[in-house]
């Protein structure tokens, strides 16, 4: 079992940025994959962002590109989501993901099987 516990919401005005970070419990933080989702009032969670096992490959939703970077940090059991120039459109529920049975696809929710209990992030126009 992996335990993921988000941190970093908060409140932003637009062009602002956060850092959010998802601090994973178990030794085996390095074998799988994560990923970063989002969940807006009256939407479905929505794929962000997907970083491989040692970080050299990262993916993300055509929304935040170049906005947003995805990192890890395997010695300290941590991904992080830097996101920057954000929008009003941004404000969500943020969640961390993992993907401990990992199937090659990275940009649906059934690709990952343990989650967080997500972060909120709020911008102002």
């Known amino acids: 079992q992996v335990h993921l516990i988000e941190s970093g919401g908060g409140l932003v005005q637009a062009g602002g940025s956060l850092r959010l970070s998802c601090a994973a419990s178990g030794r085996t933080f390095r074998s799988y994959p994560m990923a970063w989702f989002r969940q807006a009032p009256g939407k479905e969670r929505e794929f962000v962002a997907h970083?491989?096992?040692?970080?050299?490959?990262?993916y993300y939703a055509d929304s935040v590109k170049g906005r947003f970077t995805i990192s890890r940090d395997n010695a300290k059991n941590t991904v992080y989501l830097q996101m920057n120039s954000l929008k009003p459109e941004d404000t969500a529920v943020y969640y961390c993901?993992?993907?401990?049975?990992?199937?090659?696809?990275?940009?649906?929710?059934?690709?990952?099987?343990?989650w967080g209990q997500g972060t909120q992030v709020t911008v102002s126009s």
């Open positions: 993901a993992a993907a401990l049975l990992y199937s090659g696809s990275y940009y649906n929710t059934a690709d990952y099987d343990h």
């Open positions: 970083i491989s096992t040692n970080g050299g490959s990262t």
